[in-house]
């Protein structure tokens, strides 16, 4: 077998191929990472919208802290648009924003229907009545960072398991949370447009389409 190129594409390629148990040529025209990979700073960073790059970049410092060629030092990653702040938040930033709190209090609004019709009660979590939610977290940003945030003291650095899913490139629970939702209201011959727009979103981060910030999203879950 024969691999033509000597950087990182290639001699990756000859490095498994052999590994393998292959007997592998690498042809190379200059020097071994002559090309482009003599130019790669060499970031690896643990933080990508692609799915497919983030299993590169979590394989690579595998591989590379195996074969001892590798420390991590850490990085920092600044946002010049709103789609591209949108990776990096954390929980507290995302219920800080009232447009993405209104699309949970548009969901939780429609599920606690769903679960009226179907004679379910939700669970009492956090000392607050389930039926209280839609307007708690759907309230004005003062109201809500003054009051309910104040009181529930939420971790500066929690972020949401989905959000934590996307960026390592798993499939999230939405099937389990939004999806139990849409599933509930087809047995009931009801809909659910605001659950089921999520769970298509959330499908397509999952397939690496970039995340929306707020406002688009809650143009794109809400209409409006
Ligand atoms: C400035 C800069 C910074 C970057 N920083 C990062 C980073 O921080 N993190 C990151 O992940 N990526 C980074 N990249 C991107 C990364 O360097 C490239 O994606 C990667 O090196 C591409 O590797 P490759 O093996 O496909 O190509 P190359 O490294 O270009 O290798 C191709 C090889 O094929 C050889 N070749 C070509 N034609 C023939 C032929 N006919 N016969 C034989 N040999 C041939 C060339 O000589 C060359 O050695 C950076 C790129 C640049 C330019």
């Known amino acids: 077998m024969v691999v033509i190129?000597?950087?990182i594409a290639g001699v990756s390629c000859v490095y498994h191929l052999a590994k393998a148990g292959?007997?592998?040529?690498?042809?190379?025209?200059?020097?071994?990472t002559s090309g482009s990979t003599h130019h790669a700073a060499g970031l690896v960073t643990q933080f990508n919208p692609s799915?497919?790059?983030m299993r590169f970049r979590r394989y690579s410092v595998e591989l590379y802290r195996e074969l001892g060629v590798f420390d991590t030092f850490g990085s920092l990653r600044m946002a010049s648009s709103e789609e591209s702040l949108a990776e990096l938040r954390t929980l507290l930033d995302e219920l800080s924003?009232?447009?993405y709190r209104r699309v949970v209090a548009a969901s939780q609004r429609e599920g606690l229907r769903l679960l009226k019709r179907a004679g379910i009660e939700p669970a009492k979590i956090g000392g607050?009545?389930?039926s209280l939610l839609p307007f708690i977290i759907g309230s004005p940003d003062l109201l809500f960072r003054n009051v309910f945030l104040a009181?529930?003291?939420i971790d500066a650095k929690a972020r949401s398991s989905m959000n934590d899913d996307l960026i390592a490139g798993r499939r999230t629970e939405v099937d389990y949370l939004n999806g139990e939702?849409?599933?509930l209201a087809e047995r009931l011959g009801m809909d659910?447009?605001?659950?089921?727009r999520i769970v298509e979103l959330v499908r397509l981060a999952e397939r690496g389409v970039d995340p929306w910030g707020p406002g688009t999203l809650r143009r794109k879950v809400l209409g409006r």
Do not use: C, H, S, Y
């Open 5 to 7: 190129g000597g950087g």
């Open 22 to 32: 292959l007997d592998v040529t690498l042809l190379e025209k200059g020097e071994l």
């Open 51 to 53: 799915p497919t790059m």
């Open 97 to 99: 924003q009232r447009d």
């Open 128 to 130: 607050v009545a389930p």
């Open 151 to 153: 009181k529930w003291k």
């Open 181 to 183: 939702l849409v599933a």
């Open 192 to 196: 659910a447009p605001i659950n089921r």
